[in-house]
């Protein structure tokens, strides 16, 4: 499958929603014309209310059975909840299984979902030294002979993935800063971001292709994906509810790798306001408005737009899309 074709992905978000819902509007997703699932990998919710966090590396499995879009987590950090090498398994197993249609997102994390076991959570610098060192572990694995290793932060005695697929699945790393951003395209096959202003996201850009030159790899050839937060609904009023209500993270511009528990978004949300989505979660009740907003991201060079709905009706949201939104993109 050809990562870099041209497509609008839809965003499950396991926060939110039951894993069995989620799979069915997955389903339907791709029967309205949709190109790629983007699946976020939590282990908590951001706030209580959002109520769901389901495993997503079991939902994979079942996935492929049902939907035939290509499909990649966002994000999976190697190194707190998961060993690289652990990391490397799960990957290997879903694209041995339906091969060609999953690629593996990874990044740096967040203490929400990885202080889970009790270890030191480090500093923004050491994280990025974890992400790439794990990173290095991977590649190792994928290759599918005997490997070690023996690094700053990370140890695996000498071991094997058995079960491989006849190529390993690309690698996305998500990225939002301009060393991360070279780093990403000289390791990995691929670069995610979310929504900034143009000048971050040029930035970002330039920096990936500067990494991947300097590796010898040609950036063109690689796959960029952005992820959009949007909330729509019929009113205007509703649609800003909905932001408020069910995605209050969305409105938070300010770090929140560190904040360790959903109650503490939660308390930081009774501030939150509709202005304070601004850049941040596009709101508008009027779809050709929310066309316009995904064609710009096409414009600015990525490959894949992922959109994720702020509101609880995602059926009808994917119809809507479907009629409203997808026949007026110009993807090039």
């Not at 740096?108 to 974890?130: F, S, T």
Request: charged residues 25%; glycine residues 10%.
């Amino acid at each position: 499958m050809d990562f870099k074709r041209k497509h609008l992905g839809f965003c499950a978000m396991f926060e939110q929603f039951h894993p069995n819902d989620m799979l069915d509007w997955c389903v339907q997703a791709e029967k309205r014309g949709f190109g790629g699932i983007m699946a976020s990998d939590h282990f908590a919710p951001w706030v209580p209310s959002q109520g769901h966090s389901a495993f997503v590396w079991t939902w994979l499995g079942a996935y492929g059975q049902r939907c035939g879009l290509p499909v990649g987590t966002a994000v999976t950090p190697p190194g707190y909840r998961f060993h690289p090498a652990v990391v490397a398994h799960m990957a290997a197993t879903v694209e041995a299984m339906y091969p060609g249609r999953f690629w593996l997102g990874l990044g740096a994390g967040e203490a929400l979902n990885e202080h889970i076991l009790g270890g030191y959570w480090p500093e923004a610098h050491e994280r990025v030294e974890r992400l790439l060192e794990g990173l290095e572990i991977i590649r190792k694995l994928f290759t599918g002979k005997d490997v070690r290793h023996e690094g700053k932060h990370f140890k695996m005695e000498t071991c094997r993935l058995w079960t491989m697929p006849e190529a390993p699945p690309p690698i996305l790393i998500a990225s939002s800063g301009p060393v991360m951003s070279k780093n990403t395209g000289k390791l990995a096959d691929g670069f995610i971001t979310v929504g900034a202003a143009d000048e971050k996201l040029k930035m970002l850009s330039g920096k990936f292709e500067e990494g991947a030159r300097s590796a010898g790899k040609d950036p063109d050839k690689m796959p960029r994906y952005i992820q959009l937060h949007v909330s729509w609904d019929k009113t205007m009023e509703q649609a800003e509810e909905n932001a408020v209500k069910e995605w209050p993270n969305g409105g938070m511009n300010f770090a929140k790798a560190d904040f360790r528990y959903p109650d503490v978004f939660e308390a930081v949300a009774k501030m939150v306001r509709p202005e304070h989505f601004k850049g941040r979660v596009f709101i508008h009740n009027d779809l050709s408005e929310h066309a316009r907003f995904i064609q710009h991201f096409y414009d600015l060079g990525f490959d894949a737009v992922y959109v994720h709905n702020c509101g609880r009706d995602q059926a009808t949201f994917i119809d809507e899309y479907s009629r409203e939104v997808l026949p007026n993109l110009k993807m090039g």
